[in-house]
Every structure is written in structure tokens, then in C-alpha cells.
């Protein structure tokens, strides 16, 4: 009988782990996907369907397309529960047997943070699903019609801190365009204890580009900031001071997805999956996880608390390593570590007309090498690395760089 190995989650990390188990064992084991998508998503380019630059069809491919001419299979169904003593998956419709288990499943954003924020139940825009996206960009345009002032912000405990810099950018980006910038003041609410942190202490010459944008471009800054509460019209910050805004865009902490709470031993507190350097669960030698789904402790001790960058290049390396860990496993070969802290950074920070890129040889300080840019050329790389991602993803190409 082939080893069933089950992947839970279709995106960045449970794709690039899927395609390397293909690679790696071919029709020695039996893999499957369990998503409650069909089809890929590429969302870096969400911050273009927010300015409504781009169209949320051009991001997306059917995941069958991509897997099935490998013999990977699909269930296209939402995990609820992982029985993990008996390694069982339940599905809202079926339950499947595993002998390995990755949890890809990315991770949901935590609105609790604070009162008033999200586009639920609170009055802040939102930008890391399609769905919310697209609600961002319908508010985006009837803003237009009558700017006034804008408010981008990153709570507290937030870690994807580039996200924020690349919406800020792009907004004042999509108000020049249209003639309206006169109209708006913008101001930037960041929890990092400097501009261009980034949750990563900084990059290079990050900061002091960063700075030099945002000045330029005239966007006002609050960094160390704590948010208390969104009301309908005003962001308010810890210190009492008050942010009036006309559309405001948060992004938030992360949370574990649902499943993870309900499935006891899996997750830790909050929902993120506990791992080694193998990306191998901490308690659970068959279960992997890879992605936003793990959990990752920040080095840093900052005023305010905050998280980890956990970028797709990040998803898509801890999702080869974990894979590559389990076809150790079933062919005896030595494993592989890879520490999260030494995957190499590799990260575009789009501004609308210029981008900022980063490399650096690892993640955190100390680092032997970074190069960081500010150039209309990053803006166009950018455009052009989704086309080029997306061809190779949905060909199953994820050997190349
Ligand atoms: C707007 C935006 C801009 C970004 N920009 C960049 C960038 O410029 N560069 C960069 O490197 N990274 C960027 N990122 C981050 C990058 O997209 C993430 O790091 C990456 O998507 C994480 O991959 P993942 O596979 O862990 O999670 P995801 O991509 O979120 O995938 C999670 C998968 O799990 C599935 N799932 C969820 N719940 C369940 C369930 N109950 N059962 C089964 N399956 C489930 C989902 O359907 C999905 O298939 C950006 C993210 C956003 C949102």
C-alpha cells in the first residue's frame, strides 16, 4: 500500500509542497490536496485589485489544471477537525486516513485586536482575499469621487508590515492618477518601532528609503503606534491621539484557521501549528506544516508587540523543505533543517510607479549580505514575476527560481 499523504491547503506552501512530492516520489506515494478552493490564487497582486488595476480573474487558475496531469488528487472540501491519534481528516462531507499530514492552510485575521477594525463588523478595509479585496476596491472608487483623508494602518501583533507600505503606496499611487491627491492627507499607523522595520529589524538601506518615499510623496507617519479602536470616522491610537479618515485600510494579526482550535494537540494557542527545522510538528512525527499556518516566535523584543513577515517565497520554500522531509522520511534518506530565520529573503514592496526590492541572505540580523533598491524597475519586475509565477506554478514548474 503507498503511503497517503494528505496536504491540506492549495495555495503557496501546499502546492510547492505537493509539486515536490511528485518530483521527489513520483507514483511512489499517494498525495492529495483538501482545499475549500478550487483554484489558485496569487495574491500579491490584490493590492492592484484594490486600485482596480487589475481584475481579480487574471490572479486566479483552476488547481486541477495544474495537479492532475501529476497524478496529485483534489478534494474540494473544508477541513473541520484532524483526529490526530488515530491520523484522521474530517472534511464537512467525508473523512480521509493519513500516514502524513502538511497543514498549508494560511491562517485567518484576528479582528479582536481591537473594536471597529475590519470590514465585517467593524469600519476598516481589508485586502487579503479576493472577496475582501474586491469590497476594498468598490469602497476605494466611491471614495474617489470624493477623497478626503486616508489612513493605512498595521495593527499591533501584525507581521505583514510590506503589505501595509505597498497599500499606502499604491493608494496615493491610484489618487495621483486621478488627479485627486491635493484632496487627501494620508497617514501610515504602523505597531514597528521604526519605518521600514518590516518585522525583520530593518533591511539595508529599507528604512531610510522608505523614509525618503513617504516624504516625498508627502504621507505623514506614526510608528510604535497601538490602535485602540476604529470608530465610523476616526482611528484611535493608545496615546489618545485621533486619526479622522475618509477610508481607512488595516491589516491585522493572524490567527490559526477554525479546523486548528478543533482538532486538540494540533495547534498551540493561537492556532498556529508548532514545528522543527524540518517543518515537522513538534509532537507529531507525521504531520508537517508549511507557510502562514506555522508558528514562528518574533526575535524581537519591540514597545509594541509584533509578528513575523511570512512572505509567499517564505510558504513556498517551508513547503518544499517539508516535503522534501517527508520523501526522506519514506526513502530513509537523511533529512533536511532549514531554521526559518535562514531562508533567504527575497521581497518587492510595490509603490505603484516604483518599488522597493529587498534580498538579503536571511531573514533576520545578523545578515552577511542585503541589497536593497528603489526603482520604476522593481514596479515592472513585479508585474512581470506574477505572470511568470503563475505560468510556472500552474505548470508545476517549482524547481525553477
Ligand atoms: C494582499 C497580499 C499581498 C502579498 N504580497 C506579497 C508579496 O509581495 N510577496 C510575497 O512573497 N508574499 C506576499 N504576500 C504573502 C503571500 O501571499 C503568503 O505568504 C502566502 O499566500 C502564504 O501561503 P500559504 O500557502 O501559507 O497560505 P495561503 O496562500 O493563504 O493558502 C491557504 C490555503 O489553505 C486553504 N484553506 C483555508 N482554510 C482551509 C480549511 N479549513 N480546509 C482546507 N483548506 C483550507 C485555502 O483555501 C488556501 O488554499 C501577500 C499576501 C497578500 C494577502
Known amino acids: 500500500m503507498k503511503p497517503q499523504i494528505i496536504i491540506l491547503g492549495g495555495n503557496f506552501a501546499g502546492l510547492h509542497a505537493a509539486f515536490e512530492l511528485h518530483h521527489t516520489l513520483g507514483n511512489k506515494a499517494d498525495v492529495t490536496i483538501i482545499a475549500p478552493e478550487d483554484f489558485f490564487v496569487f495574491l500579491p497582486s490584490l493590492i492592484w485589485v484594490v486600485t482596480g488595476s487589475c481584475s481579480p480573474k487574471r490572479i486566479q487558475f483552476d488547481l486541477r489544471t495544474a495537479i492532475e496531469p501529476r497524478g496529485i488528487h483534489l478534494v474540494h472540501d473544508h477541513v473541520v477537525r484532524v483526529d490526530v491519534a488515530n491520523q484522521v481528516v474530517y472534511t464537512d462531507m467525508n473523512k480521509f486516513s493519513y500516514d502524513y499530514l502538511v497543514v498549508a492552510t494560511g491562517a485567518d485575521p484576528d479582528w479582536s485586536v481591537a473594536p471597529g477594525i475590519g470590514p465585517h463588523t467593524g469600519h476598516t478595509h481589508y485586502v487579503c482575499s479576493v472577496p475582501w479585496a474586491t469590497n476594498a476596491a468598490r469602497a476605494w472608487q466611491k471614495y474617489l469621487k470624493n477623497p478626503g483623508p486616508l489612513v493605512v494602518g498595521a495593527t499591533q501583533r501584525s507581521g505583514c508590515f510590506g503589505l501595509g507600505y505597498e497599500m499606502v503606496l499604491n493608494l496615493e499611487h491610484s489618487l495621483r492618477k486621478q488627479g485627486k491627491r491635493s484632496q487627501a492627507s494620508i497617514t501610515f499607523l504602523t505597531a514597528e518601532p521604526f519605518l521600514g522595520h518590516l518585522g525583520m529589524g530593518g533591511v539595508g538601506e529599507a528604512p531610510k528609503k522608505i523614509e525618503e518615499v513617504f516624504k516625498k510623496r508627502n504621507i505623514n507617519w506614526v510608528a510604535n503606534a497601538t490602535t485602540k479602536a476604529v470608530t465610523e470616522t476616526e482611528v484611535l491610537l493608545e496615546d489618545g491621539s485621533v486619526y479622522p479618515y475618509a477610508y481607512a485600510l488595516y491589516l491585522v494579526p493572524f490567527k490559526g484557521r477554525k479546523f486548528i482550535f478543533d482538532s486538540p494537540g494540533l495547534g498551540n494557542e493561537r492556532g498556529f501549528i508548532p514545528v522543527n527545522d524540518r517543518y515537522q510538528h513538534v509532537n507529531l512525527p507525521n504531520v508537517y506544516a508549511a507557510g502562514v499556518a506555522v508558528d514562528v516566535t518574533q526575535p524581537?523584543?519591540?514597545?509594541?508587540?509584533?509578528?513575523?513577515?511570512?512572505?509567499?517565497?517564505?510558504?513556498?520554500?517551508?513547503?518544499?523543505?517539508?516535503?522534501?522531509?517527508?520523501?526522506?522520511e519514506i526513502m530513509g534518506k537523511p533529512p533536511r533543517d532549514l531554521p526559518f530565520a535562514?531562508?533567504?529573503?527575497?521581497?518587492?514592496m510595490d509603490g505603484g510607479d516604483m518599488a522597493i526590492s529587498l534580498v538579503a541572505d536571511r531573514i533576520f540580523n545578523p545578515r552577511k549580505f542585503v541589497f536593497s533598491n528603489a526603482s520604476w524597475i522593481g514596479h515592472l519586475g513585479k508585474i512581470l514575476f506574477e505572470k511568470y509565477y503563475m505560468w510556472k506554478v500552474r505548470n508545476g514548474l517549482v524547481y525553477l527560481p
Do not use: F, W
Not at 513575523?308 to 520554500?317: E, Q
Open 300 to 328: 524581537e523584543q519591540t514597545l509594541v508587540p509584533i509578528g513575523v513577515p511570512k512572505t509567499g517565497y517564505m510558504s513556498d520554500v517551508m513547503g518544499k523543505v517539508a516535503a522534501q522531509n517527508i520523501e526522506a
Open 342 to 348: 535562514d531562508i533567504k529573503l527575497l521581497c518587492v
